[in-house]
């Protein structure tokens, strides 16, 4: 009698096993799936910058606060499956200068002999600042850590951007019988037409630090005093 028992337990324990099996898989099939994460191609850039002369006549004096900003749409291609991606787009690079004590001759009518010159400031402005705005397109190598969610983890880049110039201008602003006058002046002339300027960002998911470095001058050849600007800054990335 004890045999048919146990005979009869052992014949049982495969159809339980199975029974448990079939519970786990219909447990599990109605679990909701992992959501799916689209990456981020950093479709948007936003740089917002630290400008300064870094090489320039000692001649020339700015004051030491300096900005710019960058707006930037791109568009990301991956490289295969790796970390590494190549992107370009459109935007527009803008930089403001203060001059110190001085103005700068940077009118059409060519009494100065045809070029920009930096002079001693007898208005006594409260502010003299030179405004660059360019159409640029930036070229980049991107690095991403998490090619699954590129809003999260390292990503670094180096670059080169292109830019042409959309327009050029001095503005000072100063008192006079204690009223506030400006004036502003807009040439093109003897302001670079093109743009070349070297950059790098690293950082970590939508925010990095930028730098970048002309390898034109200011002003066009024999024109103006041989000036080469660089920047740094943050970045903000995302889309």
Known sequence: ????????????????TLLAQDATEKVNSSATPPPIVKPSRDFLMLQFTYNNWITKPDSVK???????????????????????????????????????????????????????????????????KFVTAYLQAPFELRYYGNIQNRNKGFKAAVGLQVGTLLGSHTKGLYAVEGTNVKDKINTKRYVSSWNFAATARVGWGNFSLFASYNLTPVFKDNVGPPITPASVGICLTGL
């Open 1 to 16: 009698m004890q045999k048919i028992i146990a005979l009869l337990a052992l014949s049982l324990i495969p159809s339980s």
């Open 62 to 128: 700015t004051k030491s606060f300096n900005y710019g900003f960058n707006g930037y749409m791109c568009y990301d291609f991956p490289i295969k499956k790796s970390h590494l991606s190549f992107a370009t787009g459109a935007g527009i690079s803008t930089s403001v200068i203060y001059l110190n004590q001085q103005v700068l001759a940077n009118t059409d009518t060519g009494a100065l002999g045809g070029a920009a010159r930096f002079i001693p400031d007898t208005k006594t402005y409260k502010r003299y």
